[in-house]
Every structure is written in C-alpha cells, then in structure tokens.
C-alpha cells in the first residue's frame, strides 16, 4: 500500500469532531421497541427516550439518522440509514486502533504483516468466544486482500477498510476503501495518482455530510470529488465458514 495515498485519507476524516457533531448533526440510534403509529422506543447516548420515524424500523437493529425536535413535541428521526453488521460485530475484539497507530502501522514496511502478526496476538489471548470469532474475521478479511481495521475515532468505534485494486482502463492500481464513522455516516471511494498529485473520489450518504466535508478540505493540497449516494457498502464481510481455509 502507498502509504502517501492513506495518509491523505486520514487526514480527510481527522475532522474536528466539535464541528461535526454541530453541523452535520447526525446521531446513532438504537431501536428497541416499536410502539406503533411511527413511534419507537430508542436509545441515544445511554438515554431512551420516544421518538417518531418517517418510515418503518427494525427493532434491534441501530441506524444513523437526523435528530430533529422543536418544543413539547415528539423527537423525530429523518434521514436513517441502518449501521452495516460488519460494524457491530467487530466491537466484540476489543481491538481499536487511533488514527496515531494507523499511521504508524501502515507507514511500516509491510503494513499487512505488521496487522497480521497483532491480530494474533489478539488472537492468543481472546477471552470471549465473540472475541475469538472477530478477531478471526478481521484475519479472514486480510486474507481476502482487503484491510479491514476497527477504529476509534474521537472516542467512536468505527470501522475501516482498504483493498488495492488495479484499474484496466488508468493501467495504473488504485485503493478502495470503505469506513463507517459515527459523525460522518458510511464513506466509501477511490484513492489514486493522477498526473503525479493524490486524487481522492468519496461518496457520503448525507448531503450535510458533504457540505461539511468540502468546507474542511479547503486547505489541503489534492482533489476530492465527493457524491452523495444511496447504497454505501462495506468492501469485505467474512465468512466466518470459510476459517478452515485461512492459510497463517
């Protein structure tokens, strides 16, 4: 992996938090009950509390969504979109890495050795059969070629994702990613040299999110062409079947 072409990633979602969390204002919803009308019982930031969607939810599962509420009225959800499972299940690891340690680890020499040989560790140590079974699927995912990294992200659990590809049509090799951050929403894309500069292509699921984002990069030195889309998909979900096969 080049690691010129990640660090301009990171820096791109090391955003201000504080900024984000006023401007885009999305918030991480876990459904727990249907109360029928289009109210939920949900839980937010450790409180639960009724709120009313504007489209039907699934109970158990967690989504992003805009939080909006004016006085003495129910709290309403708009704008959701369910959290991948790839994002809960690898909060059973009990592994995080910084964006700090993601650079170190990816500016080594061979940054795939160095995640595999911690992801063993991790392994050989695992306390909880959950924890066996996700560190497992991180390890599985490096053997599909793809990176797949749990992130804290300004004390967020998020996920992270990378997979080198090689472009027919540039004859030149690309790295896609993926990510499922808590402030931003799901973020995938393409990372690639062109005429000798980082090019970076995003697409974001949340307008605010774009708006925020092309008011944050003003400062930096490469382009990014950001899109709004409808389906943003993790790049590699492992089966955990398929372990047998895990060549370590």
């Keep these: 992996m080049n690691i010129s072409q990640i660090d301009s990633l990171v820096k791109l979602i090391s955003t201000n938090p504080n900024e984000a969390k006023a401007l885009i204002k999305l918030v991480s919803v876990d459904i727990l009950k249907s109360l029928g009308d289009g109210k939920y019982s949900v839980l937010l930031d450790n409180k639960t509390l009724t709120a009313q969607s504007d489209k039907p939810l699934s109970e158990g599962a967690k989504y992003w969504s805009q939080l909006t509420q004016s006085k003495d009225s129910t709290p309403q959800l708009s704008q959701l979109l369910k959290h991948p499972a790839l994002l809960k299940n690898m909060q059973h690891t009990n592994l995080e890495y910084s964006l700090k340690d993601l650079r170190t680890v990816l500016s080594s ?3 795939e050795n160095t995640l595999k040989q911690n ?19 991180l390890l599985l995912s490096l053997h599909n070629q793809t990176v797949t990294i749990p992130l804290n992200y300004h004390g967020y659990f998020s996920v992270l994702q990378f997979k080198k590809r090689y472009n027919k049509k540039t004859k030149k090799s690309q790295i896609n990613f993926y990510a ?22 995003l697409n974001v699921a949340f307008d605010k999110t774009k708006q925020f984002l092309e008011n944050d990069m003003k400062n930096l030195s490469y382009d990014v062409d950001i899109s709004v889309v409808n389906i943003i ?11 047998l096969d895990l060549c370590i």
């Excluded at 992801?119 to 699927?137: M, N, Q, R, W, Y």
């Excluded at 499922?180 to 292509?201: C, H, K, M, Q, R």
Aim: glycine content about 8%; charged content about 15%; overall charge negative.
């Design 109 to 111: 020499a061979k940054p």
């Design 119 to 137: 992801l063993l560790e991790h392994l050989s140590v695992a306390s909880t059969k959950e924890e066996f079974s996700s560190t497992s699927a």
């Design 233 to 243: 998909e993790p790049l590699y979900i492992a089966n955990l079947n398929s372990l």
């Design 180 to 201: 499922a951050l808590e402030l931003l929403g799901p973020i995938s894309g393409i990372i690639s040299l062109e005429n000798g500069g980082v090019s970076i292509e």
